[in-house]
Nanobody, 128 residues
Framework: QVQLVESGGGSVQAGGSLRLSCAVS????????MGWFRQAPGKEREGVAV????????YYADSVKGRFTVSQDRAKNTVYLQLNSLKSEDTAMYYC?????????????????????WGQGTQVTVSS
């Protein structure tokens, strides 16, 4: 069984920052694709950032490049999403998700379809 637990959401003013955490536990594979996704009311789920835990390669959605940073603490099996220069349009429920990167040279995906394991989500609200 695999568990993903997010934390760190909250309410901030535009221009502010938050750091989200996602702790992974259970029967996990060392080489994972860890993704951050978000979904605002009435909108489709959007891939925000991904990281391969083995190679550390990251990808970002254009809408967050230069503002959001994904990182990891391997010892803690935790990934982080640093959200800076927040805008009202960043308001959403943020989810972390994972799938096992069984083919090491494949890139991690910003689309949600490969992700097998999901956290419960943490709300980010940005007021202007």
């Amino acid at each position: 069984q695999v568990q993903l637990v997010e934390s760190g959401g909250g309410s901030v003013q535009a221009g502010g920052s938050l750091r989200l955490s996602c702790a992974v536990s259970g029967d996990i594979y060392s080489n994972r694709c860890m993704g951050w996704f978000r979904q605002a009311p009435g909108k489709e789920r959007e891939g925000v950032a991904v990281m391969g835990t083995g190679d550390g390669i990251t990808y970002y959605a254009d809408s967050v490049k230069g503002r959001f940073t994904v990182s990891q603490d391997r010892a803690k099996n935790t990934v982080y999403l640093q959200l800076n220069s927040l805008k009202s349009e960043d308001t959403a429920m943020y989810y972390c998700a994972a799938y096992w990167k069984l083919v090491p040279w494949f890139d991690c995906d910003l689309h949600s379809s490969p992700y097998k394991y999901w956290g419960q989500g943490t709300q980010v609200t940005v007021s202007s």
